[in-house]
């Protein structure tokens, strides 16, 4: 059942095209509640940036209300305050929409663009309420074919009476104040109630024409050459001065936008900059070899220290302290192998108690075990200021305990 409240919006000051408002009030007609759903849509409290190459692009699209303009005005309050974003680009697509709220959306557009860059694009159709807000960008282009302008304000009036007449009802409007019920839905339009309402829509008007004078830096006869209504093609809208370029569509845009705010795709660095592509590439990759490198090292550390967990585990903390001198000592395999030869199975009880037979082993082991020899001469003293008995002594000490 089609309720006369589903009307009431339709009496509202609209600054749309004609054809999208009948759409609503079709709609409406139609009982189809979807069309007004928006209104009440929790995700008008979550801001969702889309954001390319440093540019936050937002959409404006389709019939216009309260809801869209809290939506839209997070979004660019997000992107102004996001450091990661250099500019922001409206996408607009739309017929425009209710007045109110509207003009205070594009006085905020207008002061976010003193922080960030502004610019909007027509994807096609850019009228009323949507061009409302789209003239407060620093700059604004259009396809050949985007429809551009519909400066105006319209409301309607819905005269129910023949229909309460219908139905047996009978409405008696009581107010105090001659204008409190003027122009209500349940009797005709008097001449001065019409009056009364033209008078309101003028005042909005003017707002309208006076901000887009404003916004697209012109004076009000300039602005009110744009403002008789009229819908104009991206050439004449050029020509008017409600567009500053007609761009074919919005990539070719975008990266205009790119250039514009000297922000560099990853395309175009590699056409442009072969050479520097190439060393930050080459750079990238030293880097990443070198962050390799490091997280090798911890690996191996990491393992090291697992063996030597283990050792202590199944060897005892005795053996496991000497096999961690041996392992931190730098010792290899091969060293390992030779001590072994000269003490036999570490597991051997006792080693031979005459210290001149054990040392004399271990000088020949040592001896094995060095490429280079360790050489015998008698009291000779290494690079550590060591002697070779002294060192063997000390190895002695390390396997015999």
């Not at 216009?64 to 500019?87: M, T, W």
């Not at 663009?113 to 610019?119: A, D, M, Q, S, V």
């Not at 694009?121 to 519909?150: E, F, M, N, Q, R």
């Not at 409190?180 to 829509?201: C, F």
Request: aromatic share 8%; glycine share 8%; net charge negative.
């Amino acid at each position: 059942m089609i309720l006369k409240n589903d009307f009431n919006i339709l009496c509202e000051p609209w600054a749309i095209t004609e054809d999208a408002l009948e759409a609503i009030a079709r709609k409406i007609q139609e009982g189809d509640k979807a069309w007004g759903g928006s209104f009440l849509d929790d995700d008008s409290q979550k801001v969702n940036l889309n954001i390319q190459s440093a540019i936050a692009i937002i959409q404006v699209q389709y019939s216009l209300y309260r809801f869209s303009y809290d939506r839209i005005r997070a979004q660019i309050d997000a992107a102004v305050n996001d450091r990661g974003v250099k500019a922001i680009v409206l996408k607009i697509f739309s017929p425009g929409g209710l007045v109110t709220g509207c003009k205070e959306l594009a006085d905020f557009i207008f002061d976010a663009g003193k922080k960030k860059h502004i610019y909007a694009y027509a994807d096609g159709l850019i009228c009323s309420a949507a061009y409302w807000l789209g003239s407060a960008a620093d700059h604004i282009a259009a396809p050949i074919t985007a429809s551009v302008g519909s400066i105006g304000v319209r409301t309607v009036h819905v005269d129910w009476s023949k229909w309460n007449e219908n139905a047996g009802l009978n409405f008696t409007h009581l107010a105090a104040g001659s204008y409190k019920t003027m122009g209500n839905e349940d009797e005709p339009l008097s001449k001065e109630a019409k009056g009364y309402i033209q008078a309101r829509i003028d005042q909005i008007y003017t707002i309208f024409v006076d901000s887009v004078a404003r916004n697209r830096g012109v004076d009000t006869k300039k602005a009110l050459s744009m403002a008789d209504g009229k819908v104009f093609l991206a050439e004449e809208a050029l020509e008017k001065g409600l567009i500053d370029k007609i761009e074919q569509d919005f990539e070719s845009y975008f990266s205009f936008i790119l250039k514009k705010e000297k922000i560099m795709d990853l395309a175009t660095f590699k056409t442009d900059h072969v050479d520097l592509y190439n060393q930050v590439l080459s750079e990238a990759k030293i880097a990443a070899d070198t962050e390799n490198k490091g997280k090798t090292a911890l690996a191996v550390d990491a393992e090291t220290t697992r063996i030597l967990d283990l050792a202590g585990a199944v060897l005892g903390e005795g053996m496991a302290e000497k096999f961690s001198v041996m392992v931190n000592s730098g010792a290899d395999a091969k060293m390992a192998n030779s001590l072994k030869q000269i003490f036999g199975d570490s597991n051997q009880a006792k080693v031979d108690d005459d210290e001149k037979s054990t040392r004399d082993k271990i000088l020949d082991g040592l001896e094995n075990a060095h490429s280079d020899g360790v050489g015998l001469e008698k009291n000779k003293e290494k690079a550590s200021g060591k002697n070779i008995e002294t060192e063997a002594s000390e190895y002695a000490s390390l396997v015999n305990g």
